[in-house]
Each structure stands twice: as structure tokens, then as C-alpha cells.
């Protein structure tokens, strides 16, 4: 019995530990999720947020109108670029005009399922390059209260831009290069903040393929958003412009998360804004010269034509996942919705930290406290901001 036993823990213990059966801990993950959500959809009342406002706008759309600055929703003027009206167009009608919410509810929860798939396929593929505990992964279905009510309670159009963009990383791991760079252009034209992403990207293009062929893919990502938002670049170009993609917006101070632990004059303060902005930069080029490049020559990253680098999937998401977590980390307001945007990343980035495991989960649990303390707090915000630069110095 005693033997039966020690051999049981050994076996919990590697499962848990080491990637050696890293599967069967995915299909455990999934298998939860698929008992869970229904559960959370059939006990748990909806909250309204954002949802009306969406399909007021999409209204607007359906209706004719392509002036950006007329389409409007209970919550404001419409921020979002083109993909995002498609995309809810769709639901709208699938929702019997917005009005059917339990529908919707189905909707997102099959989109939770999707999401959480390929982001354990994206897992799978780095856990042949990278040996990390399969346990964290456990924490993206245990600590995901916030992440499951972003889905399946609230309906935010994060939720669809982040699931798009795990497929465009997929294609790319799997060397599907040009899909891959359109689907993650169809992200961008869905919710804006995935253009943080970007400079990983361009790294890795310019690493993998030279200056030619990057600015051949960046100009097939230009094409996308170009195709995507022709009904409104032909009629109202200025306001489609001005307002799908305004990196000038000041948020509310009622609804942040990282900066209640300064002043809302501060917070709505241009000189603050600025401020972030280069911090950010700063951040993103200390990791191109320190980190990304390694033993790389400044004159093989501009070479005109491939140099024959060979960018790995470890390296491609690597990049893209840090200039994200930079992004975020400096961010002039994360709005609750906002978590998604790197809930999916931080096991990994811990790896990559080369923090140890016990810490990393004490600091999973402590990121999920700081996203569910609302109003947030001068203490939740310091906290989280502390949690980041943890993060950040060890990467």
C-alpha cells in the first residue's frame, strides 16, 4: 500500500512538474474548461458592460452608415477598426439582433474552448524547445475567474481579437508565414492592441526573411486593413482613420487598474502619457540590443535579402510575447477586459524569467488578486505594477 502510494505522488509530482507528460495535463485542462463554462454560463448571472453598445453600432453599420464619428453606442463613439463590425454583424444576426444573450453566452463559451485549444497547441509546440512545469498551465484554467467572466459573462470584443491572434501565432510557429501575417493583421482590425505585438514580429521577420521580404509581409498586413476597411477609406477616410485607430484617447480614471496609486491629473496628464511612451521604447530597444539580437550582427538584421538565420518557434514567440508584456506593463490605463490581452503569456515569460515555480504561482494568484480587486486600489495597483517588474527584470 505504502509503495502503491509513493508511487502514485511520483507520478502526480512528474505529470506536474515536467514535460514529459505535458499532454495529458492539456486534455485534463480542456476537459475541466468544457465542464466548467457551461456551469458558469447556467449559474452565474450576465452582466451588461459593453454588449448593447456593440450591437447599437453594428446597427449603424448594417444600416448604412460609414461615417465613423455617426456610429455610436450607449458607452460612446465607435473605437474599434472594421473587423470588429464584421465580426459582430455576424453575431448579431446570430443573436436574433443583439437581443438574445443566452445565445451569445453559447457563442463565446465555444470561443473560450477554441481559444484555450490553440493556446495549449501553442504551448505544445514551445514544450519540445523549452522545458517548463506543466503546472502553470493548470493555473490558466484554476485562477482564470476574471478571464472566464471577460469571455462568457461580459462578451468584450478582446476575447475574439486575442483568439484571432493565437491563430495567426500558430500559423507562424508552423511556418505558414504570409497566413500567418494576415490573420494577425485580421487581429489588429479587430482590437488595436494587438499591434504590441508587433515589434516581436518585426524582429523575428527581419531575423528570418531580411529587409525585402518583411517589408513584402508588412505591406500584405497593410493590404488586409486596407480591404477590410475600404467601405469606410472610400467615403469617410479621415474619421474611419482618426477614430478606429486613436492612440491619443484618454481613458477613465474610475476604470483603471495599474495607475490608481497616482492622482487623475496625473493620469489624464499629456507629460504622463509621454512619459510611458518612452519608457516603453526605451525598454523595447534594450531588449533588441541586449536580449534579441545575442551573438547577431546589427548588419545580418538589415541585410537586404535572407541571411539564412533561422528563427526558431521558441524565438518568435519569445518576441512577440515580451514586446506585448512591455506594452502592457507601461500602459497608460489596463482596463479590466484588458487582461486577456497577456493572461495567456505569463506562464511561459515566467519560464523564460527563470523564475522559480513555487514564486511563479504565488505570483500567478497574486496577478489574479489585482485583476479582480474592484474599484482597484492604491495597494492592488502597486502590487500588480511590482508583480510586472519582477517579471520584467528577470527576463
Known amino acids: 500500500m505504502g509503495a502503491t502510494l509513493k508511487s502514485l505522488v511520483y507520478l502526480v509530482k512528474e505529470a506536474l512538474f515536467t514535460s514529459k507528460h505535458i499532454n495529458y495535463i492539456m486534455i485534463l485542462i480542456l476537459l475541466m474548461e468544457s465542464i466548467l463554462v457551461p456551469v458558469i ?27 465613423y464619428s455617426k456610429l455610436r453606442g450607449d ?15 455576424i453575431l448579431y444576426y446570430l443573436t436574433s439582433r443583439g437581443s438574445d444573450i443566452r445565445s451569445a453566452q453559447v457563442i463565446f463559451s ?5 481559444n484555450m485549444t490553440l493556446v495549449l497547441q501553442i504551448y505544445k509546440k514551445l514544450s519540445n524547445l523549452v522545458s517548463f512545469p506543466p503546472v502553470l498551465l493548470l493555473f490558466l484554467s484554476l485562477t ?35 497566413m500567418g501575417c494576415i490573420m494577425y493583421s485580421v487581429a489588429v482590425s479587430i482590437k488595436m492592441n494587438i499591434l504590441l505585438y508587433s515589434p516581436g514580429l518585426g524582429f523575428i521577420l527581419m531575423k ?16 488586409v486593413q486596407v480591404v477590410i476597411g475600404s ?8 474619421s ?14 474610475k476604470w483603471t487598474v495599474n495607475w490608481r496609486l497616482v492622482p ?35 548588419r545580418d538584421l538589415f541585410s537586404w535579402s535572407s541571411n539564412g538565420s533561422m528563427a526558431t518557434s521558441e524565438e518568435l514567440v519569445y518576441c512577440m510575447y515580451v514586446s506585448n508584456f512591455i506594452g502592457l506593463m507601461v500602459s497608460r490605463s489596463l482596463h479590466y477586459q484588458f487582461y486577456v490581452w497577456y493572461y495567456y503569456t505569463l506562464p511561459i515569460l515566467m519560464v523564460w524569467a527563470r523564475i522559480n515555480t513555487l514564486i511563479s504561482m504565488l505570483l500567478l494568484v497574486g496577478m489574479e488578486y489585482c485583476w479582480n480587486v474592484f474599484p482597484s486600489t492604491v495597494y492592488s495597483s502597486l502590487l500588480l505594477h511590482i508583480i510586472h517588474i519582477i517579471i520584467i527584470s528577470n527576463l
Do not use: Q
Open 41 to 67: 454560463v447556467w449559474k452565474v448571472p450576465y452582466t451588461e458592460i459593453d454588449w448593447k453598445a456593440y450591437m447599437s453600432e453594428v446597427e449603424g453599420f448594417l444600416n448604412g452608415t460609414r461615417d
Open 75 to 89: 458607452t460612446g463613439p465607435l473605437v474599434y477598426p472594421g473587423g470588429f463590425l464584421y465580426i459582430y454583424s
Open 110 to 114: 465555444l470561443l473560450y474552448l477554441l
Open 144 to 178: 482564470g475567474y476574471r478571464v472566464h467572466s471577460i469571455f462568457v459573462l461580459r462578451l468584450f470584443n478582446d476575447t475574439v481579437a486575442i483568439a484571432t491572434l493565437h491563430m495567426a501565432i500558430l500559423l507562424l510557429i508552423n511556418n505558414y508565414w504570409n
Open 208 to 223: 528570418r526573411f531580411g529587409i525585402k521580404e518583411t517589408i513584402k509581409k508588412i505591406t500584405l498586413c497593410g493590404l
Open 231 to 238: 467601405p469606410f477609406l472610400l467615403s469617410h477616410p479621415v
Open 240 to 253: 474611419y482613420l482618426m477614430m478606429s485607430f486613436d492612440v491619443t484617447r484618454v481613458f477613465l480614471y
Open 264 to 298: 487623475e491629473e496625473v493620469f489624464v496628464s499629456r507629460w504622463f502619457h509621454s512619459s510611458l511612451l518612452i519608457i516603453h521604447l526605451l525598454l523595447i530597444i534594450l531588449f533588441i540590443n541586449y536580449k534579441w539580437m545575442k551573438s547577431m550582427r546589427y
